[in-house]
DNA sequence: GCCTTTATGATAATTATTCTCATTATCATG
DNA sequence: CATGATAATGAGAATAATTATCATAAAGGC
């Protein structure tokens, strides 16, 4: 345990919703200046691994990162136009999901569902 | 209309699964070697935007491109492991998205599912 | 407190993709 | 079928996100 490991998970619990590597390291940096991006990147890496932080890919080349625990399991909807994201989380889908895997005898980890779309304000315009 | 755009489209139809923009090239420049690297990502844009081709991330930072007509639409059980990777539908779910989306107001233009998992295969070493 | 091991910060390297711009091809029109 | 406006191309530079390298610094057991 390190003083850097210690401030960008404590920073990062800090923060609900996505943020990207470089977000994070912006916000560690207001606290202590020196910390490095490479720190960063390999100390969300732990989190990944560890199963504290998991990876959202919305499209974007960037990867997002959000709390995988005290944070319930939930998948995005995202307006396509104006980037608004909405958590949802739908049990009944969960469950398919889980029948699918099992009918390929898979052994579910894991899975990532975005539903694109333009949202009520979007289409106003 | 280009001899570009011909040959490229004509490589891109021509190959099933998915291929990334470098596969692509390469394919292509074995039959006319002097076509660019950016005139391939140029093309494949215009054939997501035009609907003939859709963007699949699985995960790491490359896109990969696949057929989006005669080839139905459809979401990835994928091996953890060995990276194996299977195409399914789900008539269901695609319904329970459909009603997710309304709820929340949304026109419904795509989506992406990836579930993760570890196959029969890499579980039994 | 010392010493081995591991982590860090700065920076270079890599990878995928997009941009720029001079050159070339396309295609409707005279 | 030549012409010219317009759009597409290829080469390479530029960008953006991420990863690797490596000398220095910190951690934690003894």
């Known amino acids: ?9 404590d920073e990062f619990l800090r923060i609900e919703g996505h943020l990207t590597a470089e977000e994070l390291t912006l916000a560690v940096k207001k ?6 991006q490479a720190t960063v990147y390999r100390i969300l890496k732990i989190l990944v691994d560890s199963g504290i932080a998991r990876e959202v890919r919305l499209g974007s080349n960037v990867v997002k990162y959000e709390h995988n625990i005290d944070h319930e399991h ?14 949802i989380v739908d049990q009944r889908i969960e469950e ?29 315009r």
Do not use: P, V, Y
Not at 1 to 9: H, P, V
Not at 31 to 36: A, E, L, Y
């Open 74 to 87: 939930h998948d995005h909807l995202i307006c396509e136009r104006c980037g608004k994201t909405i958590e």
């Open 1 to 9: 345990m390190t003083r850097q490991r210690e401030m960008i998970l």
């Open 96 to 124: 398919l999901q889980k029948g699918l895997a099992e009918d390929h005898k898979f052994i579910i980890t894991g899975h990532i569902m975005n539903i694109f779309g333009i949202c009520e304000e979007c289409r106003g």
């Open 31 to 36: 606290r202590d200046s020196t910390i490095g």
